[in-house]
């Protein structure tokens, strides 16, 4: 089972830089828990980017726990 929970962007601004996308997804399966989260953001004038993290629990006989993160910004 997956939920995705959309986060409201238009007040996340700190001067030139903002977020233009945020969202947290929970997941659940017979073998682990996953949360996901995720933001897209921009510089103004100068680029934009976007980070992601994971964070998986095993809670059957699945692989271990782990954290990942990514930035696929232009940066």
């Known amino acids: 089972m997956r939920i995705d929970f959309p986060i409201p962007v238009d007040k996340l601004r700190l001067g030139p830089l903002h977020a233009t996308w945020a969202s947290i997804s929970i997941s659940v399966s017979p073998d682990d828990l996953e949360l996901v989260g995720g933001l897209g953001f921009e510089f103004e004038g100068l680029g934009s980017g976007r980070l992601e993290a994971r964070a ?11 954290v990942r993160t990514r930035d696929d910004g232009g940066f």
């Open 56 to 66: 998986a629990k095993a809670i059957g006989g699945g692989a271990p726990a782990g």
